[in-house]
C-alpha cells in the first residue's frame, strides 16, 4: 500500500504541474493570436486552474468510480470554502467587493444547488449534465458582458512572457500528457489504497482527492490574503466552485452517467450549506472576518472527523 500511496502523490504533482505548464502555453497561443487579456483571463487561465479536477474526475467516471469522480467535485468545492476561505480569513480578515457579493457568488450558490438537487437520487444523468453544461455557458456569456461593460478588471495573467509558437505548442502538448499520465496514475493508485483500507472510493474522493486537486488554490489563496488581495483570494474560491460543478461535472455526465451511492446526503448538503453560509458572512458587512475564518475551519475539521469515524 505504501507505494500506491507514494505513486497517489505523484500523480498529484504531475496533474499540478501538467495543469501549470498547459495553462501557460494556452495563454502564450492566445496572446500571439491577438485575444484580449481579459478573455484569456477569464476563459484559458480559469479552466486551467480546474483542469486537475476535471481530469481526476473524467478519467474517473470512465473507469467506473463515478465516487470518485463526484466525490472529488463536491469534495473540493466543500475545502474551497470551509479550508481555503477559512484559513486565508483566519490569516487576514477578507474583504469582498459589493460585485462579487451580490453577482458572483450567487452563481455559486446556483451551482451547488443544482447538483445537490441533480445527486438526490445518487445518479447524474446525460440530460442533468446538458443541465450543468448550459449553466456553464450562460456563466462564461454572463462573466465575458461584465468585462465588455468594464466591471471586471483585466487579468494579472497579461503580464506573463510570451513564448516562441514552438514553445507554447510544446507546453500544452506536455502538459496534456503530464494530466493524463498523472490521472490515470492517481485514480488507479487511489482505487486501490481505498480497497486496502476497506473505504469506499466516495470517501478517498472527498479527502484525499480533493485535498490534492485544491492545493492550487489553498496557496494562491492564502499568498493573496496575507498580501491585502482578498478579492483575488475570494474570486479564486468562486471560480473555481462553479467551473467545479457546470463545467467539469456537465462535460463528464454527458460522456458517461454517473451512479453514486456512496456521495450521502450529508456531503451534497454541506457543500450547499457551505457556500451559503460564506454568501452570508459576506452579505452581512461584505467581509469574512477572523472569527468567522475560524468558524469555516472548524466546520471543515468536524466533517473530516464524520468521515472517517464513519470510513
Request: net charge neutral.
Amino acid at each position: 500500500m505504501l507505494l500506491n500511496i507514494v505513486l497517489i502523490i505523484a500523480g498529484v504533482a504531475l496533474v499540478l504541474w501538467g495543469a501549470d505548464r498547459m495553462t501557460d502555453g494556452a495563454v502564450a497561443i492566445a496572446q500571439r493570436l491577438n485575444i484580449p487579456p481579459i478573455v484569456i483571463g477569464l476563459t484559458i487561465v480559469a479552466m486551467g486552474t480546474s483542469m486537475p479536477e476535471f481530469c481526476v474526475s473524467l478519467v474517473s467516471a470512465l473507469k467506473g468510480t463515478a465516487d470518485l469522480a463526484i466525490g472529488n467535485v463536491v469534495g473540493s468545492n466543500i475545502m474551497n470554502v470551509l479550508l481555503i476561505v477559512g484559513v486565508a480569513a483566519m490569516v487576514s480578515p477578507m474583504m469582498i467587493s459589493v460585485s462579487t457579493v451580490k453577482k458572483d457568488i450567487p452563481w455559486a450558490v446556483v451551482a451547488a444547488i443544482a447538483l445537490g438537487f441533480f445527486c438526490y437520487d445518487n445518479l447524474l444523468s446525460r440530460y442533468e449534465a446538458l443541465v450543468l453544461f448550459v449553466f456553464f455557458i450562460a456563466f462564461i456569456c454572463y462573466t465575458l458582458w461584465c468585462a465588455k461593460k468594464g466591471k471586471i478588471t483585466e487579468s494579472e495573467e497579461s503580464g506573463k512572457k510570451k513564448y516562441s509558437p514552438l514553445m507554447a505548442v510544446g507546453l500544452v502538448l506536455l502538459g496534456l500528457a503530464c494530466l493524463i499520465f498523472g490521472s490515470n496514475l492517481f485514480v488507479d493508485s487511489a482505487t486501490k489504497v481505498a480497497a486496502a483500507l476497506g473505504v469506499s472510493e466516495a470517501v478517498i474522493g472527498l479527502t484525499i482527492v480533493a485535498g490534492g486537486t485544491s492545493l492550487p488554490e489553498l496557496a494562491t489563496s492564502v499568498v493573496a490574503a496575507r498580501k491585502g488581495q482578498s478579492e483575488i483570494a475570494i474570486g479564486n474560491v468562486i471560480g473555481s466552485n462553479v467551473f467545479n460543478i457546470f463545467m467539469i461535472l456537465g462535460i463528464t455526465g454527458l460522456i458517461t452517467p454517473m451512479n453514486m451511492p456512496g456521495i450521502t446526503l450529508i456531503d451534497l448538503s454541506l457543500m450547499v450549506l457551505s457556500i451559503i453560509l460564506l454568501w452570508f458572512f459576506t452579505y452581512t458587512k461584505f467581509k469574512v472576518e477572523r472569527w468567522e475564518g475560524a468558524f469555516l475551519f472548524a466546520i471543515l475539521v468536524g466533517y473530516m472527523w464524520w468521515l472517517i469515524a464513519n470510513a
